[in-house]
Nanobody
Framework: QVQLVESGGGLVQAGGSLRLSCAASGRTFSNYAMGWFRQAPGKEREFVALIGWWSGSSTDYADSVKGRFTISRDNAKNTLALQMNSLKSEDTAVYYC????????????????WGQGTQVTVSS
């Protein structure tokens, strides 16, 4: 199995940027498709972005973050990243990275491995 640890969360003003990282260990990172999900207070966890198993894979984004967030991976460093620009107060949430074997999909139920999450708070 693969272990995932997120970092990079924090407090930022609206309009600012943050870069989240997800460090993977255990099994071969390049065997896994990856996703970012988030959960805001009082809400269900939702899909944010996904990327296939290699760094040049196609990506997909939730409409709410399209054009502002960019997902990327570095298989040589076993890391996944989420660059978040033009942050809004509604982006406030705990952000999770997740891994699955096979192709990247939006459904969180298809991901077997999860990190512990990192808090992102956007002040307006």
């Amino acid at each position: 199995q693969v272990q995932l640890v997120e970092s990079g969360g924090g407090l930022v003003q609206a309009g600012g940027s943050l870069r989240l990282s997800c460090a993977a260990s255990g099994r071969t990172f390049s065997n896994y498709a990856m996703g970012w999900f988030r959960q805001a207070p009082g809400k269900e966890r939702e899909f944010v972005a996904l990327i296939g198993w290699w760094s040049g894979s196609s990506t997909d984004y939730a409409d709410s973050v399209k054009g502002r967030f960019t997902i990327s991976r570095d298989n040589a460093k076993n890391t996944l990243a989420l660059q978040m620009n033009s942050l809004k107060s509604e982006d406030t949430a705990v952000y999770y990275c997740a891994a699955r074997q096979g192709r990247a999909v939006r459904s969180e139920n298809e991901y077997a491995y999860w990190g512990q999450g990192t808090q992102v708070t956007v002040s307006s």
